[in-house]
């Protein structure tokens, strides 16, 4: 009796990380962040199965490079030119250092080329690069 | 019959009542059965955003497919464009059956609400505090417990300006400039943190 309660359980089990293991993986430039408590099983494209048991934080970036595929005066293999910046706090108070605060500010591609070659873009970008160190650093306790 | 069956034959009834379901495709969220939502209120240039929570059970297909159960909230952010540059032709309107769209208010449906979407969103954050399964283009996962996710997927050869808090994810900022018109947009200013 016991036995097939387990059997069952890992029936049900195997059916909900099947997904997992079937789905297909796409390139795809990504941006990402987690923050889990407790069990987890995920995966990322081009990635394996990652399993966490407990707390765990990420802040990921995912930047596929086409195969065979060299950058042309017309096309691009994937610049990306920017700046991030992720601030969590406690997710389930609302306070001003509270949640998660996210800043993004990038160029991909052409549109990244073109940025660094723009002294408006750079300055926008090192402009926005200096208020994440300012805020880094009035933060800091 | 014994009370164990039909206690579990009266949830099984029960079921439908307190299932949500989500069919998700590239040019709108269709939500079906009880949900919760809240739509930002749209303006040309700006992001739009959708939020909705389910609580105790959901369903998605589509995109994304899975099963959910405690809660489930999610918020998607399609970004805007300058008003400079050529604007996507703009999504249909919600449209809900017995129940509302007035944009900034949450909203409960409890047959059926569309939320269109005028582009794949920029930005997603799913939160879920219970467990999950599930796969699709937004995340591949199985988990107990709780579980933050947000995704960003840019767009190709485009410069992105994106600001989420998620305290206001209604107040998020999210604009994608094509490389193509970056010359005839004013390059963005950065604000402090």
């Known amino acids: 009796m016991r036995q097939n309660q387990l059997s069952r359980g890992a029936l049900l089990l195997g059916g909900l990380l099947l997904p997992l293991l079937g789905a297909g993986c796409k390139n795809h430039l990504a941006f990402a962040t987690s923050t889990k408590f407790g069990l987890d099983i995920s995966q990322k494209a081009n990635q394996t199965i990652d399993v966490t048991m407990g707390y765990q934080r990420v802040e990921a970036a995912s930047i596929p490079v086409p195969a065979d595929a060299d950058a042309t005066d017309t096309n691009d293999a994937y610049s990306v030119l920017g700046t991030f910046h992720v601030y969590y706090g406690d997710p389930f108070k609302q306070g001003e250092n509270d949640g998660l605060h996210l800043k993004q500010f990038f160029a991909t591609g052409m549109a990244a080329r073109a940025a660094a070659g723009s002294a408006n873009m750079r300055a926008a970008f090192g402009d926005a690069a200096a208020a994440i160190k300012v805020k880094q650093d009035t933060t800091k306790p | 019959v014994s009370t164990g069956w039909l206690i579990f034959a009266g949830c099984l009834a029960l079921l ?20 919760f939502y809240r739509l930002s209120q749209t303006a040309p240039g700006q992001a739009d955003i959708v939020q909705t929570l389910h609580v105790p059970l959901l369903l998605e297909g589509g995109r994304q497919w899975g099963l959910s159960l405690g809660v489930v909230k999610r918020d998607a952010i399609v970004p805007g464009h300058p008003p400079q540059t ?13 129940t509302g769209v007035e944009p900034r208010k949450w909203h409960f449906t409890s047959v059926y609400f569309r939320a269109p979407l005028r582009e794949t969103p920029l930005f997603i954050r799913r939160t879920v505090i219970g467990t999950q399964g599930g796969g699709g283009v937004e995340q591949r996962a199985f988990s107990l417990g709780y579980s933050s996710v947000t995704a960003t997927w ?24 094509p490389a193509a018109d970056m010359e005839t947009t004013p390059t963005p200013a950065p604000r402090n943190q």
Do not use: M, N
Request: charged share 20%.
């Open chain 2, 16 to 35: 439908p009542l307190v299932s949500g379901c989500v069919w998700r495709t590239q040019e709108a969220d269709h939500l079906i059965g009880p949900a």
């Open chain 2, 86 to 98: 050529p604007q996507p032709p703009p999504s249909s309107p919600p449209y809900g059956i017995l």
């Open chain 2, 154 to 177: 840019p767009r190709e050869h485009a410069l992105h300006e994106l600001e989420f808090d998620s305290r206001h994810p209604l107040e998020a900022k999210a604009v994608v400039t």
